[in-house]
């Protein structure tokens, strides 16, 4: 009995472990990008330069709203832009 338990625990670890190796191989493959920004959608300027001033960089606002993309798939580029913009401000007040 308890050697069947043991062996049905190291079979579900397996699979667990073998589940987590193939998502994390998945999100890591080079040139991935979330589908928002992979669909070659542009980026608002307006939001853009809003975004870059609130983030302090190009490269760092950019990087936000990939990250909120990621978080969103179904989400267009200007709702993740201003997702962004508004956790930003967000964030800021104290």
Do not use: H, Y
């Not at 050697?3 to 670890?13: I, R």
């Not at 998502?23 to 589908?35: F, H, L, N």
């Not at 993309?69 to 962004?84: F, G, I, L």
């Amino acid at each position: 009995m308890i050697v069947a338990f043991v062996g049905l625990c190291l079979l579900v670890a397996g699979a667990l472990i073998v589940w987590l190796v193939i998502v994390a191989g998945e999100q890591r493959k080079p040139g991935w990008k979330p589908p928002a920004v992979k669909k070659g959608r542009k980026l608002d300027p307006q939001l853009q330069r809003r975004l870059e001033l609130l983030a302090g960089s190009k490269k760092t606002a950019r990087r936000l709203v990939i990250a909120t993309a990621r978080s969103n798939p179904k989400r267009s580029t200007r709702w993740c832009q201003e997702k962004t913009i508004a956790d930003l401000e967000r964030d800021r007040r104290v």
